[in-house]
């Protein structure tokens, strides 16, 4: 009976030995294949890009109502302007003393 627990004992042993021999050899061929690394590169690259992405559309959102606020200020303006410029007219009609010329 003892025999019989130290075959299958040896065979375990065989077992891991194998198993931790795959999973060595399957990180020195991942960490050397230049098809991988490059996999792995494009994939950075395409998270970073789909980051920027966003961000940009998150600033073209920003800018869309700072373009609104500042629309709505030069209209503004223009109405200041032609009031401004109604009044300059009409003083300088007036003349001097402030009746007409």
Known sequence: MAQY?????????QKRAATVARRRQERMTMEHDPQ???FRQ??????????????QQEFNRQQVAINAQLTAAIERLDITQARIEALLARM?????????A
């Open 5 to 13: 627990s130290q075959t299958f004992a040896h065979i375990g042993r």
């Open 36 to 38: 991988e690394e490059r």
């Open 42 to 55: 494009h994939e950075a690259l395409i998270q970073g890009l789909a980051r920027i992405w966003q961000e």
């Open 92 to 100: 300088i009609a007036q003349g001097d003393n402030g009746r007409e």
